[in-house]
């Protein structure tokens, strides 16, 4: 089976601009975690979706967004860029959620927000 | 917000030896797991141990954990430069806690020197 993949790997970006990054999971897999991790702050969870729904969502501002299609691919939007949203955006599928087994990262999407 | 808090933060030996990182968290748990992280890229699980269960091995890692002291340790025997990397613990909690995430601690910095 192919892995998790991320795209873009690599992104550039300015404040107040908006972002949005993809995430293919593994075939077959429905749930898809997205954990943000800066040298600061470590790797923090952003949000879950399981067969297309949000079950769960970490502690940051509302610019920070996300969906999973019928595909379970999943995309997470940032609007109005932050320096401090630099970081790099990993995200993650299991088949059925982190409770019960472990997650599959992708390589990540580095995002630099000058 | 952190759960875990790995110790040491960074740890150097040599080719051949065994590094133990140990890592605590703060509250009940569903299962705790360990990644590898190599170089600002994605994760790779380890192994998962359930709150159930007191020593898992896989290959040259063992795990313990310790529920009563919330603590979790994992021992790489006979080290090799490949193992070169950050190693992280990372908790799933319960369904009422909110079982669709896991929790990171801070990382060891783990280096193989030939």
């Known amino acids: 089976k192919a892995g998790v993949t991320q795209t873009p790997r690599y992104l550039i970006k300015t404040r107040g601009q908006q972002v949005t990054l993809s995430c293919s999971p593994i075939?077959?897999?429905?749930?898809v975690s997205w954990y943000q991790q800066t040298p600061g702050q470590g790797l923090q969870f952003l949000f879950e979706?399981?067969?297309?729904?949000?079950?769960n969502k970490g502690n940051f501002p509302g610019r920070f967004s996300g969906r999973q299609f019928s595909n379970s691919r999943s995309e997470m939007n940032v609007s109005t860029l932050e320096l401090g949203d630099s970081a790099l955006y990993l995200c993650?599928?299991?088949?059925?959620?982190?409770?019960?087994?472990?997650?599959?990262f992708g390589p990540g999407t580095r995002l630099t927000v000058l | 917000s952190q759960q875990g808090e790995e110790d040491p933060q960074a740890l150097s030996i040599q080719e051949g030896e065994n590094a133990t990182m140990n890592c605590s968290y703060k509250?009940?748990?569903?299962?705790l797991q360990w990644y590898r992280q190599n170089s600002g890229r994605g994760l790779v699980h380890l192994i998962l141990?359930?709150?159930?269960?007191r020593e898992k091995h896989s290959g040259r890692l063992r795990v313990t954990l310790d529920t009563s002291k919330k603590s979790s340790s994992l021992l790489i025997t006979a080290s090799r430069a490949a193992d070169t990397a950050s190693y992280f613990c990372?908790?799933?909690?319960?369904?009422?806690?909110?079982?669709?995430?896991?929790?990171f601690g801070q990382g060891t910095r783990l280096t193989i020197n030939p």
């Open positions: 993650a599928s299991s088949s059925l959620g982190s409770s019960y087994n472990e997650q599959f």
């Open positions: 075939s077959g897999h429905r749930s």
């Open positions: 979706y399981f067969s297309e729904t949000q079950r």
């Open positions: 509250t009940s748990i569903n299962n």
């Open positions: 141990i359930r709150s159930n269960e």
């Open positions: 990372a908790t799933a909690g319960s369904i009422i806690q909110g079982a669709q995430k896991l929790v």
